[in-house]
């Protein structure tokens, strides 16, 4: 059934799709076993993956969800950033990074002046995880092909890692964020730098020099200049 499932998913987004829900969509063809993977170049367009997410039940998240959260910003930009996971407010918009922690990194990004056209957002499962627990292994291994589609279709240059979930989903770097944010890991023809959660700095609010917001601060200069330096190459 697995080989059965991968042709029709092929089938159901062949380069001819359109970008709405294409006619005949079929529910009963996504790969409800999460061992079956999603192909890469299953989706021509994040519209398609949104209207497969929204119906997707690979893991358990799918059974609570009001809306499955793919992402915000420009799906060309030269930059991605990867959260966890949605919260309430996502889950209800369909949008990620829309709370207060969402406001806060919107400041953060236009500080050096990058805009949503600079930045492509979103999170490295779909599906709210109940009561903002924590994405169980499963379930991120389940959501994986999705995010690697959207990497895939985005094709960033720079992928900015907020959290341990993304850094260990995408690097598999088990180390804690305060030792590794900061840092580029060169992989695949990409930079990836991990960096803090916009939702701890809300919870350490001092600025001074050395404290989580004052590091942030650093780091997104330090992304600034990289793009700069990677656009002026060309
Ligand atoms: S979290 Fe991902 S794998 Fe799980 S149901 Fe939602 S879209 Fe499917």
Redesign the pocket.
């Known amino acids: 059934m697995a080989s059965q499932d991968q042709i029709s998913l092929f089938e159901l987004f062949s380069p001819s799709s359109e970008p709405s829900p294409p006619e005949g969509f079929n529910p009963d063809l996504i790969p409800t076993d999460?061992k079956v993977p999603i192909p890469a170049g299953t989706y021509q367009t994040m519209e398609q993956m949104r209207v497969h997410?929204n119906q997707?039940?690979?893991?358990a998240?799918?059974e609570n969800?009001t809306n499955?959260v793919i992402g915000r910003g420009n799906v060309k930009a030269p930059i991605m950033i990867v959260g966890e996971g949605p919260g309430q407010n996502e889950d209800e918009t369909g949008l990620p990074f829309v709370g207060k922690a969402g406001q806060l990194l919107d400041k953060i990004l236009a500080s050096v002046k990058l805009t949503e056209n600079d930045v492509y957002i979103c999170n490295v499962?779909?599906?709210r995880p109940p009561g903002n627990r924590d994405p169980q292994p499963a379930?991120i291994e389940?959501?994986k092909g999705?995010l690697l589609e959207q990497i895939r279709l985005v094709n960033p240059k720079i992928i900015l890692l907020t959290g341990k979930y993304a850094m260990l989903t995408l690097l598999g770097i088990k180390q804690g964020i305060t030792k590794v944010r900061g840092q580029w890991v060169e992989r695949d023809g990409r930079l990836y730098m991990p960096i803090f959660h916009p939702a701890y700095l809300l919870r350490n609010q001092s600025r001074e020099k050395g404290s989580p917001k004052w590091l942030m601060w650093q780091d997104i200069q330090e992304v600034r200049k990289k793009l700069d330096e990677m656009e002026w190459d060309g």
């Open positions: 999460a997410c997707c039940f690979r893991c998240l799918g969800r499955a499962v779909k599906c379930e389940a959501c999705y």
